[in-house]
């Protein structure tokens, strides 16, 4: 009888030994977790459209009829760049864009002065707020103009420079919608008044205008 509840013991102790090396081989080994989808990032180029309203002040340097004939009118035309996010809320970019123009104005009593269309190419700056971007930009600009005045019409070629603020927001991923506005100094040219005269014209205008863009 001694014999066999010494036997019992063993074989019990032998098998709760066994029940840890059991457990080790049938433990659980978790998967590797799944990488998240990394967030929206500005990084990449676009391409968008514009429609805008402009205010042209047409400064004549003339000593014997110095005027400053103004116009205005709406603007539509598209847009184009490349934007790199640096991280830490900082976008810094370059973009172009070229714009029809209807901006048109009265000069003295029989003349008239008007924008037919402007272009620019710029940096641009922004902080972002995840999916919304506050910018600021500037850089060349060019436009092309007509003054009448005294039976004669002449066209010109301005350049100069342009500086403006906006901000954009991400409406999907690849859709963005902006809010713009620009100061452009287009410089002075000569236009013919006259059979023998002529007047310098310094052209600036102030824009504001929309867009709707698409990031690739």
């Not at 003349?111 to 922004?126: F, I």
Request: proline share 4%; aromatic share 12%.
């Amino acid at each position: 009888m001694l014999r066999i509840r010494t036997f019992s013991l063993a074989a019990a102790a032998l098998a709760l030994g066994a029940v840890p090396a059991l457990a080790a081989d049938l433990s659980y080994n978790p998967s590797p977790l799944v990488t998240a989808p990394t967030g929206f990032t500005w990084t990449g180029p676009y391409l968008g459209a514009i429609l805008g309203y402009g205010w042209s002040d047409f400064d004549v340097r003339n000593n014997l009829a110095p005027a400053t004939p103004t116009a205005e009118g709406g603007k539509i035309g598209v847009y184009g760049g490349y934007n790199y996010d640096l991280g830490n809320n900082v976008v810094l970019g370059v973009e172009g864009d070229l714009n029809i123009d209807n901006v048109r104005g009265n000069y003295g009593f029989d003349g008239s002065v008007k924008q037919n269309w402007d272009g620019t190419l710029r940096g641009r700056a922004g902080y972002s707020f995840g999916r919304v971007m506050a910018y600021g930009t500037g850089g060349g600009a060019v436009s092309g103009a007509t003054v009448s005045k005294g039976g004669y019409e002449t066209d010109n070629t301005h350049w100069g420079w342009t500086l403006g603020a906006g901000v954009e927001a991400a409406v999907t991923d690849h859709v963005t919608a902006r809010l713009e506005y620009q100061y452009a100094d287009f410089g002075e040219q000569f236009y013919q008044t006259g059979p023998l005269t002529g007047q310098n014209v310094d052209l600036n205008t102030s824009t504001i205008r929309a867009g709707v863009g698409y990031k690739f």
